[in-house]
């Protein structure tokens, strides 16, 4: 691993493409592009190896040329870092790793200028412990009225020594923590569904919702085109928090309703949320991050008066087949239609490998890979996969660096890894470090470019090679790929819009659809096949050639073709 410290110039930005201004753009959300920006991670201004919104904002040109439609910012809040901002001790204030109001402000106004949206991310089923509202339910301690806005309980067992309940810590160990009283004596608990340092909101309480729609409105105020909800499924707990009985909870995440996740009593709080943004112009949007046992309950998230989107998990977790493939398309678009909410498609982010190395290991290893695998193998199908995301009918997600073709860093020492789940030794395999770290922005240079001192994350040799400077104007390079992917999908409307696709007959382990004027092919076999030639080629994420009057597809490629 290693970390570069000498100055490099920034990259050439491509000329400018016709964008059309945020205002001029009416229900753009259905098929928008959504670029997540994980700001620790994609720009440091100051030299100081963290990223910074001013780093961001002076990026954002480069953003207007991929395509993209929006940015999403990973939280930037005031916080002490615990879990990466999602521990927030001040919603109405940027942490000063990040800058301050005042750069939030003018990275808004410039990506407005641009023609690009803002989407911050809100994490309302829990703050920092640091919050000042936690920090005073604690020195006022037992009968304290500010804890009735958090979890407070009396513990079991003759002296109160026991967990109020059997629920367990996302992160490991028991989602509960006993305090200290004022006096010095072992007191009340109260609950965490992650890490100690961020106590879960109690949802019941009708000063945190009246806190919540002032800070979104705060934030409306500021100009911001939306919000991705964090834990959008958890804020609401079952009445009496019933123990589940379980000692291995992780395991049934995903696979039921669980008592503190995906409880009915949430919806009333996005209805009260969406009357608030209805106040305001400008097609302003919630995105929900709802993991949700079936795509059918997730549709509840997006009925027409409460969410706009919800990320799809189940894509994201499917693996590189075409049966499986097109069953949870078929899924997911069946499940939206109803309520009248796009799709979402989505590859990476911030909590999951990257789907170049997913992709490069054996199925059936999950979300989370310690291995590298074949990284030729799994740079092919990365972006094989994002060209048949991009196809779908709907909205599109994409994660820093993956139009880089980045793979997952597995192989960072454990005394640099900052992911709290890491050291808790259960719970998340804590390896989310490894889509964390910078991305590259030059060949050469301190940080390859991401800035004048360094990195948090050290990056690995060789990260310049897969840098914007050295894939950019490069034919055939992931980077250009994506741009290309990206014009074409603005540029034609059988692309990104409507909510079905039509499917095609085709060998088996292909994948084939109709839209319009428009075919998608990917073929997901280890093996070249030849298919119809369905018009004239668009583009491909690899080389095709000529075969018995059709075109011969490799391995692991897509193909958009157009009549």
Known sequence: MSQQHSAAPAPTTRPVPAVATVAQRGDWWRDAVIYQVYPRSFADSNGDGMGDLEGVRSRLPYLRDLGVDAVWLSPFYASPQADAGYDVADYRAVDPMFGNLLDADALIRDAHGLGLRIIVDLVPNHSSDQHEWFKRALAEGPGSALRDRYHFRPGKGAAGELPPNDWESIFGGPAWTRV?????????????????????????????????????????????????????????????????????????????????????????????????????????????????????????????????????????????????????????????????????????????????????????????????????????????????????????????????????????PDEVRQDPAYFRGAGQDGFRDGCRVPIPWTREGSSYGFGGGGSWLPQPEGWGELSIEAQQGVPGSTLELYRSALALRRSRPDLGAGDSVEWLRVPEGVLAFRRGEFVCVANTTGEPVTIPSYGRVLLASGELSEADGGTRLPADTTVWFTA
Not at 241 to 264: A, C, E, T
Not at 309 to 321: S, V
């Open 180 to 412: 200290t009283e004022p006096d010095g004596t072992p007191g009340e608990w109260y609950l965490h569904l992650f890490a100690p340092e961020q106590p879960d909101f109690n949802w019941e309480h009708p000063a945190v919702g009246d806190e919540f729609r002032s800070i979104l409105r705060f934030w409306l105020d500021m100009g911001v085109d939306g919000f991705r909800i964090d834990v959008a499924h958890g804020l609401v707990k079952a009445e009496s928090l019933p123990d589940l009985g379980s000692h291995d909870q992780l395991k049934l995440l995903g696979n039921d309703v669980m008592p503190f996740f995906d409880q009915d009593g949430v919806h009333e709080v996005y209805r009260q949320w969406r009357l608030v943004l209805d106040e305001y112009a400008g097609e302003r949007i919630f995105v929900a991050e709802a993991w949700t046992p079936t795509v059918e309950r997730t549709a509840n998230y997006v009925r027409p008066d409460e969410l706009h989107q919800a990320f799809n998990f189940q894509y994201l977790a499917t693996e590189w087949d075409a049966k499986e493939l097109r069953q949870v398309v078929d899924r997911t678009l069946e499940a939206m239609r109803p309520v009248g909410a796009p799709a979402t498609w989505v590859l990476s982010n911030h909590d999951v490998t990257r789907h170049a190395t997913r992709f490069a290991n054996p199925p059936g290893l999950g979300t989370q890979i310690r291995t590298a695998g074949d990284r030729a193998l799994g740079l092919r199908r990365a972006r094989a996969a994002s060209l048949l995301m991009l196809a779908l009918p709907g909205s599109a997600y994409v994660y820093q660096g993956e139009e880089l073709g980045l793979p997952d860093v597995v192989d960072l």
